[in-house]
């Protein structure tokens, strides 16, 4: 079993960064995938990134390419996410998940964290 917890949230400044942790318990995170996602009260969740189980395969959405950048330790069983630039729009709560393919759709990861608040001030 995989249970990833988030953390890094908090506010920031626009034009500001933050790093994201998602952090997990168990050899086989390793072995996983990993996405980070958000949601914004009333809206859909959405992609942002993922990376594969090495970490030298990464995807972005259009909306952060450039600015944000995942990465993984596997030693440490953590997955980062590196947030440059941020924009008042970045504000939601972002979660990360483990799954057992690269995808950008929502519906294939199996293992949610509770996710982290990121408030970016103008």
């Known amino acids: 079993q995989v249970q990833p917890v988030e953390s890094g949230g908090g506010l920031v400044q626009a034009g500001g960064s933050l790093r994201l942790s998602c952090a997990a318990s168990?050899?086989?995170?390793?072995?996983?995938?990993v996405g980070w996602f958000r949601q914004a009260p009333g809206k859909e969740r959405e992609f942002v990134a993922v990376?594969?189980?090495?970490?030298?395969?990464?995807q972005y959405a259009e909306s952060v390419k450039g600015r944000f950048t995942i990465s993984r330790d596997n030693a440490k069983n953590v997955v980062y996410l590196q947030m440059n630039s941020l924009e008042p729009e970045d504000t939601t709560v972002y979660y990360c998940?483990?799954?057992?393919?690269?995808?950008?759709?929502?519906?294939?990861?199996?293992?949610w964290g509770q996710g982290t608040q990121v408030t970016v001030s103008s």
């Open positions: 998940a483990a799954g057992p393919i690269m995808s950008i759709v929502i519906d294939t990861y199996l293992y």
């Open positions: 990376v594969n189980f090495s970490g030298d395969l990464t």
């Open positions: 168990g050899r086989t995170f390793s072995l996983h995938p």
